[in-house]
């Protein structure tokens, strides 16, 4: 962030100042631990905690500019440091969202946003590797796709900054549009629709529609990037709702896709593949080093918005080839005695089914799923959780441990599917740890994967701590 003076934050948020009127600042924080001099501190008001219970915390790291939106706490905390600048707004997420605007409006970027029911992160990953080779670029930080996350991001942005990648989480009708209405993309990417936040929205219809809310505030001469793999992103499906919106940029293994993967196939622990710009030559290869095979459409997306953009296919193989997985997100550790397949941030059947992909891929002495509650499916609950139950059967794992108060329809939907493997039935993560800690064998696979509410993470984390009593101390 540049150098910004509180008189400029105070005109843009609409707020009041006390205090201090010369306070300045170079970055932004929310969370009280990361405050520090020049850092100023968003006192957030959420579900379980209040922000403002950690202005002292703050201000001793260091900080002294606050954006609160108690009026009733200004008088202590000015009158404990005369340095101190605080500004009060009558909210301050939606507050923050107004000085991030203004804040991005300074600068002239290339400004990209992704979105999408499973991948969207590691797009965003990826497409930030692809244009930070002619570009210097800023990404969203790990998975910040909220309101708070999305601002922090545009606060990342400096004098230098060329590109901007956002990655823009949903739950809900119009929460997209709301973020485009200030961000206002000249690329946006869907990565898929599928059925997380079917509690909310009711429909893949619904979900579908609330994707491309991305492209609200697109012009004629703005790119939408989609996979037109995805059910309900077809080409002939887009362009009846888009056209004469934006240009449009179909990526899939179809033939009316503009970017065409072809070839896919397992390559160690990761995938390659080639990829083609219809009318413009020969297939680029690629080769990433992460695992998954669905991976390599996310690939193809991130390469297709850095042509948008003047980077070659060339270019973004090379990117790519440096890939690191995105921590909890299908990220394999080879520990000492077994095989860790990380995937509990959260989950979706879709995204189950590709870790159970990724699981049958991988070489060990057993191979064992453990699968914890998918949430937020709503009417689709019991049949979403059975179709991952089939795909378990198809993908034949050795062992399935089923956790959680919904597991049941794993082992129902594995049992009808004919699964010939051992199952297991947890009622929580305790009995799925304590199962693992008698039962885990040397040359073991393990995917632990779930909803990241579950719990799940636990389980993964006491698989890392075998053998390592140390850490226990």
């Known amino acids: 962030m540049k150098r910004t003076d509180v008189q400029w934050i105070v005109k843009s948020c609409g707020g009041r100042l006390f205090g201090n009127p010369e306070g300045r600042i170079r970055d932004v924080v929310i969370d009280s631990r990361s405050a520090g001099p020049e850092r100023m501190f968003v006192a957030v008001i959420g579900p379980n905690r209040d922000g403002?219970?950690?202005?002292?915390?703050?201000?001793?790291?260091?900080?002294?500019?606050?954006?609160?939106?108690?009026?009733?706490?200004?008088?202590?905390?000015?009158?404990?440091d005369p340095s101190v600048s605080v500004i009060l707004t009558d909210d301050t997420e939606p507050g923050l969202a107004r000085i991030a605007r203004a804040y991005l409006d300074q600068f002239t970027l290339h400004r990209v946003a992704v979105t999408g029911s499973v991948g969207k992160t590691t797009t965003k990953e990826m497409t930030g590797r692809v244009l930070s080779g002619r570009y210097r670029t800023v990404a969203t930080s790990g998975n910040l796709n909220t309101l708070l996350g999305i601002c922090l991001t545009a606060f990342q942005v400096e004098s230098d900054t060329e590109a901007v990648v956002f990655e823009m989480g949903m739950d809900r009708k119009g929460e997209i549009e709301s973020y485009c209405r200030w961000i206002r993309p000249h690329i946006a990417i869907i990565t898929n629709v599928g059925t997380a936040h079917l509690e909310r929205l009711g429909s893949r219809e619904a979900i579908a529609a609330a994707k491309l809310e991305i492209t609200s505030c697109l012009t004629p001469d703005d790119v939408l990037v989609f996979n037109s793999d995805s059910e309900y992103l077809s080409l002939p499906a887009i362009e009846k709702k888009m056209k004469?919106?934006?240009?449009?940029?179909?990526?899939?293994?179809?033939?009316?896709?503009?970017?065409?993967?072809?070839?896919?196939?397992?390559?160690?622990?990761?995938?390659?593949?080639?990829?083609?710009?219809?009318g413009s030559g020969p297939a680029q290869s690629f080769s990433l080093p992460i695992p998954g095979l669905h991976n390599a459409l996310n690939a193809a997306l991130a390469a297709a918005a850095g042509r948008c953009l003047g980077v070659s296919l060339r270019e973004s193989s090379a990117a790519l080839a440096g890939m690191v997985a995105t921590e909890r997100r299908l990220h394999m550790e080879i520990l000492p005695d077994v095989t860790l397949i990380d995937d509990t941030y959260n989950a979706g059947p879709d995204s189950m089914k590709a870790a159970l992909d990724v699981l049958a891929a991988t070489e060990g002495k057993r191979r064992i799923a453990v699968l914890a509650d998918i949430l937020e499916l709503g009417s689709f609950l019991e049949e979403g959780h059975r179709s991952v139950g089939r795909y378990v059967a198809e993908t034949d794992p050795d062992v399935l441990i089923a956790v959680g108060v919904h597991a049941e329809y794993?082992?129902?939907?594995?049992?009808e599917a004919g699964f010939g493997g051992e199952l297991i039935r947890c009622g929580n993560k305790e009995e799925a740890m304590a199962f693992l800690s008698r039962e885990i064998r040397s040359g073991d696979v393990i995917l632990v994967k779930g909803s990241n509410a579950t719990g799940v993470a636990d389980i993964a984390r006491q698989i890392r701590r075998r053998g390592k009593p140390e850490e226990d101390n």
């Open 52 to 80: 403002h219970d950690f202005i002292k915390d703050a201000m001793d790291r260091g900080s002294r500019v606050f954006l609160i939106s108690r009026e009733d706490r200004v008088p202590a905390v000015v009158a404990q």
């Open 244 to 278: 004469n919106v934006c240009r449009l940029c179909p990526v899939g293994t179809g033939e009316d896709a503009q970017y065409r993967l072809s070839g896919l196939r397992p390559q160690g622990s990761g995938a390659a593949f080639m990829l083609a710009e219809r």
């Open 410 to 415: 794993y082992a129902l939907g594995a049992e």
